[in-house]
């Protein structure tokens, strides 16, 4: 561990459980970077992962956006470009450009929305963009007849959370130079979007720890009551 982050360990009582508005102030305090850092929500939950009927998937839209913007790619057959493009899309893709994508495995967008009628043409591609999390996907609300309802969601703060192998929940929330009252309600918005994905299977203590930390801070242990 680096002294700048033992110096900063200092600060966080690894014993405590912080309320919300204690833990954003802390936060910021422990953010010393030179740039501005994003803020992050990480959870344990009580799911098994391993069972179809317990997995997390879901979106949410964070009121004030993560403060990241994300290039969209939007694959749309030639009636719907012209929409995608109004929308806001960074890319606009058809065929030539999935074919592109199996061939040479490049990508240069962050997020990815199709319509209905590109989903089996996009299966080619699935190797190289499912294990990116970009395959679009109804469950994700980035599959739809209205691609220009996608995107504008998405250019508003819409954002696609899912666990991990290991039952953790990881959702960027903001920046450091959000102001305390932005990030609380970012935080409380996706809080409330991760208890309604519950699984029905899921029994017992759901979210049994919570963290917020910044980008190469420490982390600070949250109360989620």
């Known amino acids: 561990m680096s002294k700048r982050m033992t110096d900063l360990k200092t600060k966080v009582d690894s014993t405590k459980v912080y309320t919300l508005d204690e833990a954003i102030t802390l936060v910021k305090a422990t953010s010393n970077v030179k740039f501005d850092a994003s803020v992050e929500f990480h959870a344990r939950l009580g799911i098994d992962p391993k069972k179809s009927d317990q997995l997390i998937r879901a979106t949410v839209v964070l009121p004030h956006g993560t403060g990241k913007t994300k290039r969209i790619a939007a694959f749309v057959g030639p009636n719907d470009e012209k929409a995608a493009k109004d929308a806001g899309a960074d890319l606009v893709l058809g065929e030539e450009e999935i074919k592109a994508i199996k061939d040479t495995g490049k990508i240069d967008f962050d997020i990815a929305v199709a319509t209905p009628?590109?989903?089996?043409?996009?299966?080619?591609?699935?190797?190289?963009?499912?294990?990116?999390?970009?395959?679009?996907?109804?469950?994700?609300?980035?599959?739809?007849?209205?691609?220009?309802?996608?995107?504008?969601?998405?250019?508003?703060?819409?954002?696609?959370?899912?666990?991990?192998?290991?039952?953790?929940?990881?959702?960027?929330?903001?920046?450091?130079?959000?102001?305390?009252?932005?990030?609380?309600?970012?935080?409380?918005?996706?809080?409330?979007?991760?208890?309604?994905?519950?699984?029905?299977?899921?029994?017992?203590?759901y979210i049994k720890t919570a963290f917020l930390t910044s980008a190469m801070g420490p982390s600070i242990k949250i109360s989620v009551e």
């Open 117 to 205: 009628e590109m989903m089996p043409k996009l299966a080619v591609a699935a190797r190289v963009l499912g294990p990116k999390g970009l395959m679009p996907n109804p469950k994700t609300d980035t599959v739809d007849k209205n691609v220009a309802k996608m995107i504008e969601a998405l250019k508003k703060g819409k954002a696609a959370f899912k666990n991990d192998d290991q039952a953790n929940i990881h959702q960027l929330i903001g920046k450091v130079s959000f102001d305390n009252a932005k990030l609380k309600e970012n935080i409380e918005t996706f809080l409330e979007a991760l208890k309604r994905a519950k699984p029905s299977g899921s029994k017992g203590t």
